[in-house]
């Protein structure tokens, strides 16, 4: 098994920058990758970001690509999401999960993901 947790979510205005870690524990060795996702209210559950425990490959969707960076510390067990320039569209629960499955590129789909983080709340005003 492997537990999945994240932190840094918060309050913070249009322009600006927060950044999400996702410490994982337990049997992170059987994992080939580490995915971002997010949901907004009443709308399904979106890719955002992932990334090898290596450091690399590493995939973004197109509406963040460019504004966030994706990082891995394989002695740590941490992923960390650096959102920049935040938008109110990039409001949502931002969840961590960890697929046990080894492909390129790295699934973006929810169901290819075997271990997920319980989310953090990233609220963006106007």
């Known amino acids: 098994q492997v537990q999945l947790v994240e932190s840094g979510g918060g309050l913070v205005q249009a322009g600006d920058s927060l950044r999400l870690s996702c410490a994982a524990s337990?049997?992170?060795?059987?994992?080939?990758?580490v995915g971002w996702f997010r949901q907004a209210p009443g709308k399904e559950r979106e890719f955002v970001a992932a990334?090898?425990?290596?450091?690399?490959?590493?995939f973004y969707a197109a509406s963040v690509q460019g504004r966030f960076t994706i990082s891995s510390d394989s002695d740590k067990d941490t992923v960390d999401l650096q959102m920049n320039n935040l938008k109110p569209e990039d409001a949502a629960v931002y969840y961590c999960?960890?697929?046990?499955?080894?492909?390129?590129?790295?699934?973006?789909?929810?169901?290819?993901?075997?271990?997920w983080g319980q989310g953090t709340q990233v609220t963006v005003s106007s």
């Open positions: 999960a960890a697929t046990t499955v080894i492909s390129y590129p790295i699934h973006q789909d929810t169901a290819r993901y075997n271990y």
């Open positions: 337990g049997r992170t060795s059987s994992t080939y990758a």
């Open positions: 990334i090898a425990w290596s450091g690399e490959p590493r």
